[in-house]
């Protein structure tokens, strides 16, 4: 189930919900359309010159939409979408697209409002609408962040609380939980404990099983969520924000181990000695009850990784814009020609290893073939599953995955930071290991890590699905290799001429 799905991603917290964020964010909604309202009269009037039809200021008052009749569309299409209600899916992807759906449907009332107004003798402005869509739809994306920022502001009273876990065993872990549980005013939720597997914790954890409850004292017990070895896993699974290590619980290969592991997911590592590492970040600090050393990966900035982050945040934004008609086709093509949702949402591996949540298009019947049954049919090798004739994919959908449009939704991935416009493509999670990574090509994987997924990349200019995967390797391992902004604007403008022969999409 989606829920279940969703609760494994840390990028699920960066919306909030609840009713104060839901306040909130129709407070600005309602904000942002009377002033996109408001912005479309004055671009209606700006561009008179180059219309056929010129309109005066007095005039627009009789020939647009009133300010309230706006207002009520939206409120209708807020409760037909159910904008302000709390959802499984509260990712910062889902929150976009429902900002678009909302501004399609308002767009769409609009245009009805205007049609039906022409009919009964009512002249409105087509003009205004198409000028008002995609601005209000800009400035629902603005309410979206501002509504966040306010609320982020508002929960710093009531901040939510931090997942941990405690890695050690024995006496080391149980003062460490004891401690977290007496600072009440600290708002952290210990998820359980992860053993080493070496010495005391070793004997713990071939005596108890992962899922299993860890009883430290008769009044204290915490959960076993398995050993140091499964680290990365276990990061993803609980969706963890710090790691607390027991003093002296760990041997040398496993605390170098961690430190790996948190540099590659970015998650902090807590502790109270003072490690020899110079690529990682040190801050000391009092919480929890406890003095800590914070570890975690050192940032590393530079001027094109800030241009190339820009670049992903306007084009997608530009690009969303531009294309939400073509969206609002698309969905009702879907609807109307098979069952089933018409987004599809999968966990995809990214940056560092992270899971984060993939949406596409629906292009495959809901119920059909489970991929498991089609394992022979499959015409690849490696972590790539493609058929040519898969019986799956509905007519629509064949259309769509011809020129690529099912894989449009992943401009919302863009720019809420999952994926960027250029880069490998983002494996399934279920095709990899449950850490991100992979045993069997562990380079590969290692160096894929390194970099945001993309929806376009050396892949798709040059043969898309025809590559056998030892090549598809090699060319994400050219690209992070050499990467530059040149070589990312090279590949952006090879990709249209790919999408529109057709080769190797199926």
């Known amino acids: 189930m989606l829920l279940t799905e969703k609760s494994h991603f840390r990028a699920d917290s960066i919306i909030p919900c609840g009713r104060v964020f839901h306040l909130v964010h129709l407070v600005f909604d309602i904000g942002a359309v009377a002033l996109a309202w408001r912005a479309a009269l004055e671009l209606r009037l700006l561009i008179n010159p180059y219309l056929p039809v010129e309109i005066t200021r007095s ?37 976009l697209l429902r900002v678009a759906q909302s501004a399609v449907v308002i767009s769409v009332l609009a245009i009805t409002v205007t049609f039906f107004s022409r009919q009964l003798g009512a002249d409105l402005s087509r003009s205004f609408v198409l000028i ?3 601005v209000c739809f800009l400035l629902l994306n603005a309410s979206l962040g501002v509504s966040i920022m306010v609320t982020r502001q508002i929960a710093s009273l009531w901040p939510a609380a931090k997942r941990v876990a405690v890695v050690g065993s024995g006496e080391g872990a149980e003062d460490i939980v004891r401690a977290i549980q007496r600072a009440r005013h600290a708002n952290v939720v210990v998820r359980g404990l992860i053993l ?10 071939a005596e108890r099983g992962a899922g299993q409850v860890a009883t430290l004292t008769r009044t204290l017990t915490v959960p076993v969520l398995g050993s140091v070895r ?9 969706c963890l924000d710090r790691i607390i290590v027991a003093h002296d619980s760990l041997s040398d290969v496993e605390e170098e181990y961690c430190w790996q592991i948190a540099a590659r997911m970015g998650v902090t590592v807590s502790r109270t000695v003072r490690p020899a590492r110079p690529d990682l970040q040190i801050r000391y600090q009092e919480q929890y009850g406890m003095h800590l050393i914070d570890i975690s990966a050192a940032r590393f900035s530079h001027w094109e990784d800030v241009i190339k982050r820009m670049m992903d945040v306007v084009a997608s934004l530009a690009l969303i814009t531009l294309m939400l008609p073509m969206f609002a086709l698309i969905a009702l093509l879907i609807r109307l020609t098979s069952k089933g949702p018409i987004f599809y949402c999968s966990p995809r591996v990214g940056k560092g290893g992270r899971h984060f949540t993939f949406w596409k298009f629906r292009s495959m019947y809901v119920g059909g073939p489970r991929r498991a049954e089609l394992t022979r049919a499959n015409e690849k090798s490696g972590h ?18 011809r020129l690529s449009l099912d894989e449009t939704p992943q401009l919302f991935n863009v720019l809420a930071g999952d994926m960027s416009l250029v880069g490998p493509r983002p494996l399934p999670a279920e095709d990899l290991d449950p850490d991100g990574m992979s045993r069997k090509f562990a380079d590969w994987a290692a160096q894929r890590s390194l970099v945001r997924p993309g929806i376009t990349g050396l892949w798709q ?30 590949i952006l403008l090879h990709t249209p001429r790919a999408i529109f022969s057709g080769e190797g999409a199926y």
């Open 384 to 401: 790539i599953f493609k058929m040519r004739r898969d019986p799956r994919v509905t007519p629509v959908g064949r259309v769509l995955r």
């Open 132 to 134: 008002f869509s995609p």
């Open 59 to 95: 005039a627009m008052d009789v020939v647009a939409l009133r300010l309230g009749v706006v207002v009520l569309l939206w409120i209708g299409a807020s409760l037909l979408l159910k904008t302000y209600q709390d959802r499984n899916d509260s990712s910062v992807v889902m929150a």
């Open 196 to 205: 080493p597997e070496t010495g005391r914790g070793a004997e713990m954890n």
């Open 461 to 490: 200019i040059r043969g898309r699905s025809e590559l056998p995967f030892n090549k598809m390797m090699e060319m994400d391992i050219e690209y992070i290799e050499n990467w530059s902004i040149r070589l990312d604007l090279g």
């Open 230 to 238: 499964q680290l990365a896993e276990l990061i993803n699974r609980e």
